[in-house]
């Protein structure tokens, strides 16, 4: 059976023809599904409930389980654990969104998953240890925004203003159905949520940072470059030697052609590893002449990977080498450390050892 928030307008008014229902009528099963966002077809009110029993009949509203929702003892950070529906070739998959209420709560953003699991494998990423799974569908992404918003609203008053795509996977490897997603997001007659407040997380993927640039969204890009040259890069993203550094900037600057938002350079710092004065300096370099933001984030740190964080003095000394060469450098500390809040880390708590534990 369909999930109602993967089918486009169209797909829609194929069905209500068929059903023999009027136009307006999908307008208003529109504006339920999008603009109020409802998880039950008997909120539909201004719809029969011989049309609404039709609706019911063909598709769902929610497909995912909610696992397990962990909220931070400050209660602004909430994290989600689902569960997809089997699918024949692999089953149920993980999948985990979080919540995050900053800014005095002015900012509330969803971080959303575009596949269960990854295929690219950086070595300190929870996700890339799970592996692979499946890509995610368009409606299965919306539908994780739909819940941290319907939460949202429940619990801060007002529902979500900020959207990134940096949960698990790998947008642009999804990209078809990631531009699904956002798009609908952005729907003035749906949630109407304005490109400066989509962002979307790459790896580094060339090919579809152009495919990007080509589809002309101008939404807000960040790329995890987490090393300033080439042989240490691939030693944190293995994905790296396929996407050289080389290509990537190439990609980029036909990016910036497109859009006219600054990119955002994500770049996890790991003691000894790629958090030196050296590395400072090089991505110094590496950034001259593309005008770019920063984001430093101290490592999350993980099972199955020996790295840390850096202490303090170290994670300030990188970021004032940056400023003081004119590049705006923030920290951005791991929100929710105490409910596992890092991409992949409550999947992967949840996988193993005790697949089915509730
Ligand atoms: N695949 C995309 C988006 C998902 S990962 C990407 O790699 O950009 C989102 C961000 O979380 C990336 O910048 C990633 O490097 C970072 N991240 C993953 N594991 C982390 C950890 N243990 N500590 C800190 N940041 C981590
Ligand atoms: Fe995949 Fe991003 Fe994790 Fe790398 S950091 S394994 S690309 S989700």
Same mark, same amino acid.
């Given at each position: ?188 007659? +749906?949630? +109407?949520?304005? +490109? ?28 995890? &470059? ?5 042989? &240490?890069r691939e030693?944190?993203v293995?994905a790296a030697r396929?996407w050289p550094?080389?290509? &990537? ?6 990016? !910036? ?50 790295? !840390? ?6 994670? !300030? ?42």
């Amino acid at each position: 059976m369909r999930h109602w928030l993967d089918v486009p307008r169209e797909g829609m008014a194929e069905f209500f023809q068929t059903a023999g229902e009027p136009e307006y009528r999908q307008r208003q099963f529109f504006a339920w599904l999008h603009a109020r966002r409802v998880a039950d077809f008997r909120e539909m009110l201004d719809l029969p409930a011989t049309l609404r029993e039709k609706l019911a009949a063909a598709g769902h509203l929610r497909v995912l389980t909610e696992k397990v929702l962990r909220r931070s003892a400050d209660g602004l950070t909430s994290k989600w654990l689902y569960h997809t529906p089997a699918t024949p070739s692999v089953g149920v998959s993980p999948v985990e969104s979080v919540l995050i209420v900053e800014q005095g709560r002015r900012r509330r953003t969803v971080c959303v998953s575009s596949m269960a699991g990854c295929p690219l494998g950086c070595v300190f990423c929870a996700t890339g240890g799970l592996g692979f799974r499946r890509d995610l569908t368009a409606g299965e992404m919306l539908e994780q925004v739909y819940r941290a918003d319907c939460h949202a609203r429940e619990n801060q008053g007002e529902g979500v203003s900020h959207v990134v795509f940096m949960g698990m996977g790998e947008p642009l490897l999804n990209l078809e159905a990631v531009l699904a997603a956002a798009d609908r997001l952005g729907d003035p007659q +749906g949630l +109407g949520l304005s +490109g400066r407040r989509l962002t979307l997380s790459t790896v580094g993927y060339p090919e579809g940072i152009r495919r990007l640039a080509e589809a002309r969204r101008n939404w807000r890009l960040a790329v995890s &470059l987490h090393a300033p040259r080439q042989e &240490l890069r691939e030693k944190l993203v293995p994905a790296a030697r396929r996407w050289p550094l080389v290509e &990537l900037f190439q990609a980029l600057s036909y990016y !910036r052609q497109a859009s006219s938002h600054a990119i955002t350079f994500e770049y996890c710092l790991v003691d000894r590893v790629n958090a030196g004065v050296g590395e400072a300096r090089e991505l110094v370099h590496l950034l001259q002449g593309c005008p770019a933001r920063v984001n430093l984030i101290p490592l999350n740190p993980v099972d199955g990977f020996s790295g !840390r964080p850096p202490p303090p003095p170290v994670v !300030r000394r990188f970021q004032n080498i940056l400023r003081e060469a004119g590049i705006p450098a923030t920290v951005r500390m791991e929100k929710g450390g105490d409910i596992n809040a890092a991409c992949g880390q409550l999947g992967g708590e949840f996988l193993a050892p005790t697949p089915d534990k509730p």
